[in-house]
């Protein structure tokens, strides 16, 4: 290095600085150190005396996760942003011209993680972190899924069979192991019927547009009063909204109130909400073969004013970044979700810590 260069590269960084790092609000809202235990324990870390080439460190490690989560980025791609990008480096604290995880590295991390179930494990812990600032689940909750694409699959007809029977990748591709790895047996296909509806001038409604989608579906629960994601679950794209309102009810929220859309509507549901002395404001369905009656859409409409709150955590996740899911199998699906999730509470509090200081 040139003299004069490390000058160079200290001013460089102070410009970033001052010209809004987001990375540096990131690191200065989120208490990154408290995560620490957990990721040492989950990540298997000896106290390294073993010999060997050193660990890189966990909270670091963590932080590239997230990151990589806010972009969408292959493990490949992220190798390259880590060493191509000076305000990255100073986030994960690497030190330009160090040692830097390549993409084994990286996504050895994540597979650890996802094996000991860490991941969950930090999402409480953020929602600590939360409450002890200040921001509880308050005003109710808001549930909602979306679906999440992956690669599509080319399978015949009766390696679908076997995939519904429940059969493992490795039994139904014997002997083409390289195959059997590229094989996504727990995703599945359905239809999302998209659009607004639209009437012919006799009342009649219109076809709405039905695609197809190939993935997951992402299940949450948000708190009303600071939309920050308190609960959630992920299933196969085909698995229905309403069986998973018992995975991500949130029963620390202040208030009872819970909204929905009507694919939570059953009587299952309702008794399940009473008994958790939870108050209902799931959609009601449209009586069949009927009109919907004017009070029912007067309501259903007050409903969907608060209840498309939850839109925009989704909007948030697939536009800034892009969610799709890479990885085979529901186990790092998981991951990948919850990893938007924790990225998507971390830029919740940076935007209420600015709204605080701003006014």
């Not at 812990?125 to 509880?136: C, H, I, S, T």
């Not at 018992?246 to 009587?267: E, L």
Request: hydrophobic share 40%; glycine share 8%; net charge positive.
């Amino acid at each position: 290095m040139q003299p004069g260069s490390l000058f160079s590269l200290a001013e460089h960084l102070e410009r970033l600085s001052k010209d809004g790092d987001p990375l540096e609000v990131l690191a200065g809202t989120v208490e990154f150190e408290r995560f620490r235990p957990l990721l040492t324990r989950g990540l298997g870390y000896s106290a390294g005396t073993k010999g060997g080439r050193p660990a890189f460190d966990p909270v670091a490690m963590f932080k590239v996760l997230v990151v990589q989560a806010q972009h969408n980025l292959s493990d490949a791609r992220m190798e390259f942003m880590i060493r191509d990008r000076l305000s990255w480096m100073r986030f994960f604290g690497f030190d330009l011209g160090g040692a830097m995880p390549d993409e084994n590295t990286i996504r050895h991390y994540r597979n650890r993680l996802t094996e000991s179930g860490t991941l969950e494990a930090l999402m409480q812990a953020f929602e600590q972190q939360l409450r002890e600032a200040g921001y509880l689940a308050m005003g109710g909750q808001i549930v909602d899924a979306t679906l999440v694409p992956a690669p599509k699959q080319r399978n015949t007809e009766d390696e679908k069979a076997a995939i519904k029977a429940g059969k493992s990748a490795k039994q139904i591709w014997r002997g083409k192991p390289n195959k059997a790895h590229q094989k996504d047996v727990d995703a599945r296909w359905t239809v999302k019927i998209g659009g607004k509806i639209r009437y012919r001038p006799d009342g009649t409604p219109l076809p709405q547009i039905a695609t197809p989608v190939f993935g997951y579906k992402s299940h949450i629960s948000i708190d009303r009063r600071y939309g920050f994601i308190r609960q959630a679950a992920v299933t196969s794209a085909a698995d229905s909204d309403g069986r998973q309102l018992r995975r991500v009810i949130d029963t620390s929220n202040t208030a009872g109130d819970v909204w929905a859309d009507s694919a939570y509507r059953s009587a299952k549901n309702e008794a399940l909400l009473k008994s958790n002395m939870l108050k209902s404001r799931i959609h009601r369905r449209k009586p069949k073969g009927k009109p919907m009656p004017e009070s029912m859409a007067r309501a259903n409409a007050a409903k969907s004013a608060i209840r498309a709150r939850v839109e925009h955590v989704f909007a948030h996740q697939k536009n800034r970044y892009g969610l799709f899911i890479r990885t085979i199998g529901i186990a790092r699906a998981q991951t990948k979700l919850t990893l938007a999730n924790l990225a998507y509470n971390f830029d919740r509090l940076i935007f209420h810590q600015r709204c605080a200081t701003t006014g």
